[in-house]
């Protein structure tokens, strides 16, 4: 059973349709990356899938429940989180009360603790007591990676997490991503970057215009097909 699926999702803006009947399957343990040129519609799926955007129930399936008419509370607790684009960070709490944010309120068990983030990122527990503003961007992706793992999502959903960062620091960020796995997570993480979508992931899936145009394994897409599926046919 995948651990989450989607049944001809649609989402509008008004009366703009931004998605059409999006077929999506993340199976346990997973890393799916989904890629596509701006605007083609990556981070409102992540939004339709977190219950920003709203669907009808059958069209978002977590852990085989239809959760697709619920709203971002109410589908955080059974077990998805987003890492957001942007990192919206509470710039005047420390990395350490913005971590513990991600665990507020919510009595999940599982393997994200603060000593656990801090495994992940060491750097983070150098700067605990440091404000949000004081942190490098790479420092802040991690911790707006921290804050979405200590819910102990069963599907993290990550949007662009490496836009605007260095060689380096991406590196050092998509290194967790096999750790995150480890603790039993499955993930989503919307790329611009083919590149590293195709060598952090398990499967690509390319999105133009609101549609899925192809889907794979990294090994067997063709460059001229990811080509035409993201920028369209010359
Ligand atoms: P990017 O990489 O630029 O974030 P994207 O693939 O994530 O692109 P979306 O942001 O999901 O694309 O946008 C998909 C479409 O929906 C675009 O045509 C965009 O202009 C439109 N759109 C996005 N947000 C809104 C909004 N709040 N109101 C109206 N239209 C929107």
């Known amino acids: 059973m995948p651990i989450l699926e ?22 346990e343990g997973e890393t799916l990356a989904i890629i596509g040129a701006n605007g083609a519609g990556k ?10 955007l ?20 109410q589908i ?19 990395v350490e009360e913005n971590l513990l944010i991600g665990s ?3 009595k999940i068990q599982g393997y994200w603790s603060l000593e656990a983030i801090y495994d992940l990122f060491p750097i983070l527990a150098e700067r605990r007591h440091s404000p949000g503003t004081a942190l490098s961007g790479g420092q802040q992706q991690m911790v707006a990676i921290g804050r979405a793992l200590m819910s102990n999502p069963k599907v993290l959903l990550c949007d662009e997490i490496s836009l605007g960062l260095a060689p380096v620091v991406i590196r050092d960020i998509y290194a967790a991503v096999p750790k995150i796995q480890q603790s039993g997570a499955s993930l989503i993480v919307v790329e611009q970057d083919i590149g590293q979508a195709m060598a952090a ?3 690509v899936c390319c999105m133009m ?3 899925i145009t ?10 001229e097909d990811i080509h035409a599926a993201y920028f369209g046919a010359a």
């Open 6 to 27: 989607t049944r001809g999702l649609t989402a509008h803006y008004r009366d703009f349709q931004a998605l059409f009947g999006i077929d999506l399957r993340l199976d």
């Open 43 to 52: 981070t409102t799926l992540m939004r339709a899938l977190a219950g920003i």
């Open 54 to 73: 709203p669907s009808t129930p059958e069209m978002v399936h977590l852990a085989g429940r239809p959760v697709g008419a619920l709203s971002a509370d």
């Open 76 to 94: 955080m607790p059974l077990g998805l989180a987003m890492v957001p684009e942007g990192r919206k960070l509470f710039p005047s709490l420390s």
């Open 104 to 106: 507020y309120g919510r």
């Open 201 to 203: 992931a398990d499967r």
């Open 209 to 211: 215009e609101g549609r």
């Open 214 to 223: 192809l889907e794979g394994k990294p090994g067997d897409l063709r460059r």
